[in-house]
T-cell receptor, first 115, second 112 residues
Framework: EAGVTQSPTHLIKTRGQQATLRCSPI?????VYWYQQALGLGLQFLLW???????NRGNFPPRFSGRQFPNYSSELNVNALELEDSALYLC??????????????FGEGSRLTVL | GENVEQHPSTLSVQEGDSAVIKCTYS??????FPWYKQELGKRPQLIID?????GEKKDQRIAVTLNKTAKHFSLHITETQPEDSAVYFC???????????FGAGTQVVVTP
């Protein structure tokens, strides 16, 4: 069974540009999560999508946005890129267990570099 | 508040010794506490989790304890081995079950 896949693996942009990152969850998983992992830092919660809707977002400016498609894949958009947006963007998916637990299965990440 | 605080940030142990990592959380409604391990250059992976109706859970050499009153939980690794070297993250849901907040991570180095 394929795991969570993300594309592109690496992306280089300049300040002010826009970046689009994509994520395909594990088959059957309906929830998709986005995290930012800056160098040497932890995992910062960005967005959570479930059944096509945004359920919650972290403390990031509105230029970070995304969506989830009917096939549960997801896209993260970052507008007006700033140097500090350079980071590894991790996508994760999970399956409803009905027990209040959520194992997140992470992708390999997309490395965004803003010059 | 939505903070999950984790200590220490780095931990160096000799092979065979034990390692303990501690986390505190602020959302009293949190009821699920996972721990993830991220090896260098790899994706984070769940190693153990605990629900709030349980005080301790063990899986071979790793165990997690939870003190809901004090709002803290800990990861214990016994008989550490070189392959335990990694960054470990604790996490707790805040605001809603899908908003999993992670601690800042603990770099564990196991020296032979």
């Amino acid at each position: 069974e394929a795991g969570v896949t993300q594309s592109p693996t690496h992306l280089i942009k300049t300040r002010g540009q826009q970046a689009t990152l994509r994520c395909s969850p594990i088959s059957g998983h309906t929830s998709v999560y986005w995290y930012q992992q800056a160098l040497g830092l932890g995992l910062q919660f960005l967005l959570w999508y479930d059944e096509g809707e945004e359920r919650n977002r972290g403390n990031f400016p509105p230029r970070f946005s995304g969506r989830q498609f009917p096939n549960y894949s997801s896209e993260l958009n970052v507008n007006a890129l700033e140097l500090e947006d350079s980071a590894l963007y991790l996508c994760a998916s999970s399956l409803e267990t009905g027990e209040g637990t959520r194992e997140l299965f992470f992708g390999e990440g997309s490395r965004l570099t803003v010059l | 508040g939505e903070n999950v605080e984790q200590h220490p940030s780095t931990l160096s142990v000799q092979e065979g010794d034990s390692a303990v990592i501690k986390c505190t959380y602020s959302d009293s409604a949190s009821n699920y506490f996972p721990w993830y391990k991220q090896e260098l250059g790899k994706r984070p992976q769940l190693i153990i989790d605990i629900r709030s109706n349980v005080g301790e859970k063990k899986d071979q050499r790793i165990a997690v304890t939870l003190n809901k009153t004090a709002k803290h939980f800990s990861l214990h690794i016994t008989e550490t081995q070189p392959e335990d070297s990694a960054v470990y993250f604790c996490a707790a849901p805040t605001d809603s079950w899908g908003k999993l907040q992670f601690g800042a991570g603990t770099q564990v180095v196991v020296t032979p």
